[in-house]
């Protein structure tokens, strides 16, 4: 039996006279050079002493090397371990405009379309007669078929009646477009409410946010576009994301600008060895 647990020894440790010792090696290059896979099935305790054991750091923390000759350290890193079966934020874009759109405004005629389905194309003006707001356009990849597409829109929309002490009204609407499809739309309206105080201008702030979802694999091309429905009277004067003249002491482009965020959303999976 001595003869047999000897043998078993000596394939799997060896000890050099300076102390080294070898697993599954017989030339160890360390004081412990382990060749081979390794089970740890209690805590790993670092910097510990001949007088006291070393620490087993903190639940969460993570093992950081401090560099040759210096024992590694537990650290917290505000870092977000990704599990598999959640959603994770992969992307985020975020894009601003202040020229708006002003191709709607007095003498202008409304389209009267006041439907819209997914899918409608922005070019097909029997859908309504769409104006981009140029400057929110993006450009992304998607790389993984089990994801979420979030989309957060918001303007500012102003409209000066002719007449400041009538009030006039416009129905509008904006839509996010993917690779030329509409993907999501609201309608809204503005009046002007007999607004004699500010000379018959009126502001409002428009928000559109929507989440999409498995948008398919490849190049994407994100657009927001707004169109007219209808008006009370057409010679109003109207606005998307920016003040109707930059003469008024009202509003600017700035407080009116556009803004559209897009989050990029993505289901968390790995592939075993």
Aim: charged letters at 20%.
């Amino acid at each position: 039996m001595k003869k047999i647990i000897y043998y078993c020894a000596t394939g799997l440790l060896s000890v050099s006279v300076n102390a080294q010792v070898g697993i599954g090696t017989t030339s160890p290059k360390s004081t412990l050079d382990v060749n081979g896979k390794t089970t740890l099935r209690k805590e790993l305790r670092v910097g510990g002493t001949s007088a006291q054991a070393g620490n087993a750091g903190l639940n969460g923390q993570v093992l950081v090397s401090q560099g040759e000759g210096l024992p590694p350290v537990w650290k917290s890193v505000n870092v977000s371990f990704m599990e598999e079966g959640q959603y994770k934020l992969i992307n985020s874009y975020l894009s601003s405009d202040q020229a708006g759109v002003s191709t709607l405004s007095n003498g202008v005629a409304a389209d009267n379309v006041y439907k819209n389905n997914v899918g409608d194309d922005i070019a097909d003006t029997s859908k309504g007669k769409w104006s981009k707001i140029a400057g929110l356009e993006n450009n992304f990849i998607i790389k993984n078929g089990k994801n979420r597409l979030t989309y957060q829109f918001q303007t500012g929309i102003e409209m000066k009646a002719p007449n400041a002490g009538t009030s006039e009204s416009v129905t509008f609407t904006c839509g996010v477009f993917r690779n030329g499809k509409l993907v999501a739309v609201r309608p809204d309206k503005v009046t002007s409410n007999n607004n004699t105080e500010k000379s018959g201008i009126q502001d409002y702030i428009f928000t559109l946010n929507y989440t999409e979802q498995n948008v398919p694999l490849g190049a994407q091309k994100l657009e927001v576009a707004c169109r007219k429905i209808n008006t009370s009277n057409a010679n109003s004067q109207f606005t998307i994301g920016r003040n109707v003249s930059d003469t008024n002491t009202v509003s600017n482009a700035f407080t009116l600008e556009s803004i559209m965020k897009i989050d990029v959303i993505e289901y968390v999976t790995y592939k075993s060895n």
